[in-house]
């Protein structure tokens, strides 16, 4: 797992801003696909996806963050490794 972090970290590092949070979004999309989690919008024209990222509380005892799509009814709960916005 060290090695994975190591890479990613090199690989974003090179990057923009805007290229490093589009390339972490995409990882993050792949990431989602390949654990068997749906972002498509079932009923609307294929090629439409979507997902939340909502954080709770953060600064406090009771700190989420949550990564969902309520549509195709899954989520994941974890705690934030960041203390402030």
Known sequence: MKFWKWKIDIK????????RIAYLAN????E???SGRSIALPGIDEGFGSFDI???NLGTEDE???VKS????WQ?????TFKEF
């Open 12 to 19: 974003t590092k090179r990057l923009d801003a805007d290229e």
């Open 27 to 30: 990882e993050l999309i792949k």
């Open 32 to 34: 989602l696909k390949a």
């Open 64 to 66: 989420s963050m949550s």
């Open 54 to 56: 909502t954080i709770y």
């Open 70 to 73: 309520i549509i195709n009814n």
């Open 76 to 80: 994941v709960e974890v705690k934030p």
